[in-house]
């Protein structure tokens, strides 16, 4: 019998006898599976879910009550079992389903997600507009152990009995962030788990529960016989004290039992924490051996053709070698060690390697005192978790002009995460930041030379370099001065400037030019953003009648925006035109489709560029 048809609704989980919810469960993990290899995705925590999913939704009504997950790499289960089975397999395709909670998808979708920790304050809004307004719901804050350690996520926990509303906090304890969890946290949910007596009596409990008529008796048997249990057998913990009623753990993948937890706690009319086991790739044996590395997977079209080194390696390589001959060099990453290739590092200098967890903030002023304390921290973070800790950035790296460098991966467009993974801020926001310099590699040798820059400076350093791998033409830049823009090739009556990727993007460009029987254009790149080498762009300015800067970064506040202020101040007689990402949240897509959407490709800039070709005259 097959139960996940293209037209399941949510509704029809209350159809479905429980002797049955187990085959449906193993549908469930087998869809995810099927379309996760194909599209890529985040599918160890999604199926390891998949049974405490049912068992929610059997009990909550997705549409009239607020279920807001954490990042939502745990939501596959959830899109599959609310109306969406039959486009699951558009699964983070452009056009298609999001691989993250969105509100405009589904109206079961209540707060958009991607970054962690915010899960428990969203609910905590929710829960006092639902007061406030009069109305009947229950709010579900669905959070992870691993995004539970965030400030974020701690500060919500802190409110909760200011608030003086009933919020129902799942914790889905897989005890896995990306990386192994990290910190006390982790070790007061071990114990928590590990307290046989307590687990023993709450299972005799759960057995009578069972059994006990609704409403008032059954309050009455949770509020009485709970406290006392708790005080005699299980261990203190921070929930209990910040007046949040700590139930659990249970086993998550027991759909009966679960649904028994969530009725009592439906029931209950205060604040409750339910921790819940659970096992990260649970049913696909491979995801379950190893649920660091399956933690996400890779489309299925990514691993055609030969593999070439990426960004990260290259990075992590270099920071190595100089960790080799300078003992200052420590080097710091938030839950994302084997993402930015750190794990040789951990290895070879495990006193000099700090995993904080998922806490960008607390990373930040850390690496920060390590700084002033005479170390040389080297931060690896992608762009768009940077956005977690500008305030630390600015506040207490660059006001101090203390010497930590900013890896910052995955700049640019990175596809199929969608628009909360974007890194199109880094540029705009640190362009401004006083004693802040800014470099943009654009392959290996120049990622090298400007990392050499950087460990001789005594003030702060951001270098952002691509998701994916080097590219295929890795000497562009051999024996050039590495912080002074550069003159990849010459040419006539129009150049074009790009910076990063988008340097290969106006040499792809340059050739299009050629092909379409147009003047050949010069090809700049910057490599360094901030202070921008005004001595070349002026020349190249006063040179060429037209000039073309492209991004890949939101052009607000962008380098274009530099170019086209230097163009006013100096009188300079250029036609400018940019391309880079306007001013809209990015859908997720390829990157490939992404750049084409915004028209960030070689024909585009040459489509762009040909009309104005001969409209001034040099100078």
């Known amino acids: 019998m097959t139960f996940l048809s293209p ?30 290899s194909e599209n890529g995705g985040h599918i160890g925590s999604s199926l390891g879910v998949v049974e405490l999913t049912i068992a929610m939704l059997r009990c909550f009504n997705p549409v009239q009550d607020r279920i807001i997950f954490d990042v939502g790499h745990q939501s596959y289960p959830y ?76 500060e919500a926990l802190n409110y909760v009995q200011e608030t003086k509303t009933k919020v ?58 709970h406290d006392q249990i708790k005080s005699l057998v299980k261990p203190n913990n921070m929930f209990d004290d910040l007046d949040i009623n700590y139930w659990g753990p249970f086993d998550g993948h027991d759909v009966e039992a679960c649904q028994v937890v969530f009725e009592l706690a439906k029931r209950y009319d205060r604040p409750v924490l339910l921790h819940f086991n659970t096992v990260k790739g649970r049913g696909m044996p491979e995801a379950e051996a190893d649920p660091t590395k399956y933690h996400q997977m890779s489309p299925r079209s990514s691993a055609r053709g030969p593999k070439r080194r990426s960004w990260s390696e290259a990075a992590s390589e270099a920071t190595e070698a100089m960790a080799e001959t300078d003992p200052r060099v420590v080097c710091f990453t938030a839950a994302m060690s084997t993402g930015v290739k750190l794990e040789r590092f951990r290895t070879r200098f495990p006193e000099r390697f700090f995993d904080v967890g998922i806490a960008e903030s607390h990373m930040l002023t ?106 295929a033409h890795n000497d ?40 379409a029987g147009l003047p050949l254009p010069a090809v700049y790149d910057l490599r360094r953003l901030k202070p921008l080498d005004v001595e070349t762009l002026d020349d190249v300015l006063h040179r060429f009648p037209l000039v073309a800067v492209a991004e890949e970064n939101y052009m607000e506040a962008g380098v274009g925006e530099a170019v086209a202020a230097r163009i006013a101040e100096t009188g300079a ?26 028209g960030m490709t070689p024909e585009n800039v040459v489509e762009v560029c040909r009309p104005c070709l001969g409209l001034s005259q040099a100078v």
């Open 573 to 598: 007689p250029t036609l400018l035109r940019r391309f880079g990402v306007p001013d809209v949240c990015v859908p997720h897509a390829t990157p490939e489709e992404q750049r084409a959407l915004y």
């Open 79 to 154: 899109k599959l079992l609310t109306d969406r089975a039959g486009r699951f397999s558009t699964l983070r395709l452009k056009d298609g389903l999001s691989g993250f909670p969105r509100r405009s998808e589904s109206p079961c979708d209540h707060f958009n997600t991607g970054h962690s920790s915010t899960s428990i304050s969203a609910a905590l809004g929710y829960a006092k507009a639902r007061d406030l307004l009069g109305e009947d719901r229950h709010v579900v804050a669905f959070i992870g152990d691993a995004s539970l350690i965030n400030g974020l996520a701690l």
């Open 168 to 225: 129902i906090i799942v914790l889905n304890d897989n005890k896995h962030s990306i990386s192994n969890c990290v910190g006390g946290f982790s070790t007061m949910l071990a114990h928590l788990s590990a307290s046989t007596s307590y687990n023993k009596i709450k299972s005799a409990i759960k057995d009578a529960c069972r059994v006990l008529p609704a409403g008032g008796v059954l309050q009455r048997s949770l509020e009485g016989i």
């Open 476 to 515: 562009l830049f051999a024996g050039t001065e590495p912080l002074r823009a550069f003159q990849l090739r010459d040419g006539t009556e129009w150049a074009l400037i790009g910076h990063g990727v988008t340097v290969h993007t106006m040499l792809a460009a340059r050739e299009a030019a050629d092909a």
């Open 366 to 471: 850390m690496a920060a005192g390590l700084a002033a304390g005479g170390m040389r921290p080297w931060v690896f973070i992608y762009s768009t978790f940077l956005q977690r800790a500008m305030d630390q950035l600015m506040h207490d790296v660059a006001l101090q002009n203390l010497p930590v460098v900013l890896m910052v991966d995955r700049a640019g467009l990175v596809g199929s995460d969608g628009d909360t993974h974007q890194g199109l801020l880094d540029v705009p926001w640190s362009r401004p930041i006083p004693n802040l310099e800014v470099y943009t590699p654009s392959d290996e040798p120049s990622l090298r030379q400007m990392m050499a820059c950087a460990a001789r400076r005594e003030g702060p350093t951001l270098i952002r370099y691509p998701r994916g791998s080097l590219p």
């Open 7 to 36: 037209e399941f609704k949510h509704e029809d989980l209350l159809k479905i006898a429980p002797k049955d919810l187990p085959a449906l469960a193993s549908e469930v993990r087998q869809e995810i599976i099927r379309t996760v």
